[in-house]
Each structure stands twice: as C-alpha cells, then as structure tokens.
C-alpha cells in the first residue's frame, strides 16, 4: 500500500512565524502535491512539483513555497504565517492513474 | 484543464442507489476521470476510475457517455457509513504531472 505521511496532525502557530509542513511518500512517485481544504471551497492545489527540484504553481501559491530536495519529501514553507492561512492542509503523491493522500495537517494560525 | 462541476450537497435513506453526476465539458483526449471518497479528518481516498462507457468495481461504478463530458458516479445500497464528501477529478493519465484540480465536491448524507 501507498503510503504519504504527514509530519504532524495538528499544528498551532503565531502569527509571522515561518511554518514547515513535511510530508513524506513512500513508493518513488514522481509527481507530489500541496493542497488546503476549507468549508466550501473543496480541495484547492497551492504547489505541485513533478521531480526534484522542480516545481509549479498551482491555483492559490501567494504565501507560500515548497521545497523537493528528495524525491520522497515535498515540503510547504508559509514564509510569514497569517490567520488566513488556518487550514487543513493535505498533501499527495500519484503515479499515473491515481493520487494517494495523507491523512492532513489542521493549521491554526493564532 | 478540465473543470468540474458536481452538485454540492446530496440526500439519500439507507439501501437506496446514489448517483452523484459530475459535469466535465472540457475534458481531454488523454484524461481519466478518477471518484474519491473523503469523511472527515482524513485524506480523500480512491474509489473508482474510468475513460469511457462503464467500469464496475466491488463499492461503486461509473458510467461515462459516448461524449466523456460528463460522468455518474453510481453507489448501490448505500449505508450510513457511505455518508461523505465525493469528488470528480479529471486529469491526464501520462507519466508527466499534471495540475490535478478537484472540485468542491459532493456531500453526502445517508439517513435511516
């Protein structure tokens, strides 16, 4: 089975502070992805990236950076965290076919 | 890119057939059209992909139409355990990525 980890479930930040969200996979996907979920709006994509070292922005990037230095971590930075950013965040792996999620990280900017 | 559309919220009783239709105008010649299944404080997870006419698996199927601009979600006898969020998503099946962009989804309640 496919496994993409999520390094923390919950997560309380202040505001201005840089924040690190890590997620790992375990099945040499290429192809990884960054996305926040709020009441609402669905799934939205922040970043994906498609190799190491490479990325693309998706729909909502102002705010944020990713960083692939290995192939099985992809990483999201808020540079300077604000109270828009609370969030559910979820990150993802595919291979050609299908996209296998974590479990998410609940943000909450204070 | 193709967008999709699904109605965002849905009723049912238990042991009734669910049908969840999502709208996909724009699709392209290269994409599939991947349901997940998502409950709360968890990930969405895989239900059932397709390219075109039907594909039946053990929890659900999906009809797709001649035209691919639309697609149907199918889920027999549902139960309360179905009650969830499902969404459409429409992308490229190719080794390189492409921007996967899912909808708002459908929420689904299942009561007795």
């Known amino acids: 089975d496919v496994k993409v980890t999520q390094s923390s479930r919950y997560l309380v930040k202040r505001t201005g502070e840089k924040v690190f969200l890590e997620c790992v996979q375990d099945?040499?996907?290429?192809?990884m992805f960054w996305y926040r979920q709020d009441p609402g709006l669905g799934l939205r994509l922040i970043y994906f990236s498609y190799d190491v070292k490479m990325k693309e922005k998706g729909d909502i990037p102002e705010g944020y950076s990713v960083s692939r230095e290995k192939k099985e971590r992809f990483s999201l930075i808020l540079e300077s965290a604000s109270t828009n950013q609370t969030s559910m965040y979820l990150c993802?792996?595919?291979?050609?076919?299908?996209?296998?999620f974590g479990d998410g990280t609940r943000l909450s900017i204070l | 890119l193709a967008k999709t559309t699904q109605p965002i919220s849905m009723d049912s009783y238990e042991g009734q057939e669910v049908n969840i239709t999502c709208s996909h105008n724009?699709?392209?010649?290269?994409?599939?059209i991947t349901w997940y299944q998502q409950f709360p404080s968890q990930g969405p997870r895989f239900i059932i992909q397709?390219?075109?006419t039907k594909v039946t698996n053990e929890v659900a199927s999906l009809f797709i139409p001649a035209d691919r601009k639309s697609s149907t979600l199918s889920l027999p006898r549902v139960s309360l355990s179905d009650t969830a969020v499902y969404y459409c998503l429409v992308g490229s099946n190719t080794g390189t990525a492409s921007k996967l962009t899912f909808g708002t989804g459908t929420r689904l309640q299942v009561t007795l």
């Open positions: 724009n699709i392209a010649t290269n994409d599939y």
């Open positions: 397709g390219y075109k």
């Open positions: 099945m040499d996907h290429e192809n």
């Open positions: 993802a792996s595919s291979f050609p076919g299908t996209v296998h």
